[in-house]
């Protein structure tokens, strides 16, 4: 019987893969038949989900999955794109090759999660690596609300984004190391605003209609 981790793995990596599409419900009676676990534990992922807004959960209705807007996914990346190449000069000050080291482990994983196929964790990698840049700026205010934008880009980038959107074609991570190594303010600012801009261009903007799931057939052992 699988335990609630791995229903959640399993069910935000359907997500992230459009398995289940933006606007797909997600009844737990047939979830919990699925998996083969009771409606609690079923609930319980759903709340999960719903908090890193990946799930939107309604009193009377249920829950389904979150489907940002056309013009929500383009004013997160704009939001993005205007904020954090700002913070360059003030991460840089905190720069030191400790922190180098530590954000080249990040893109081995990043790297490791794209060469296996894994979307959903790649995702995530990505989006934690620029929130936890942010944070190294020292500015918390601006890095907590960088970091909701990033929950919010993993949603956009599922429902609307390619395999390039988190890969190589939208800039490799390390590229952007390599210039805050040699503390190149503006060419790091500059990386970080294409880098971005390459995200936003790579996304699909267009709606798609709910497919009828069989979550048997999904998540069935």
Known sequence: MPNDENIYRQMLKAIVEHQLPPGARLPEDRLSEAFGVSRTGIRKVLQRLALEHFVVIEKNKGAHVSRPSEAEASEVLDSRILIEPQLIPALLMNWNPTQSERFRAMTVEEKQAEEDNQLADAIQLTARFHYELATLSGNQVLASFVEQLCYRSSL??????????????????????????????????????????????????????????????????
């Not at 590229?175 to 303010?185: A, H, K």
């Not at 060419?187 to 709606?207: D, G, P, V, Y």
């Open 156 to 221: 956009i980038l599922a429902a609307y984004g390619t395999r390039g959107s988190v890969g190589c074609e939208c800039g490799d991570h390390s590229q952007l190391l390599d210039i805050l190594d040699q503390g190149n303010e503006v060419e790091a600012q500059t990386w970080m605003q294409h880098h971005l801009q390459h995200i936003k261009s790579s996304l699909i903007l267009e709606s798609k209609p709910e497919e009828n799931i069989d979550f048997n057939r999904l998540f069935g052992r």
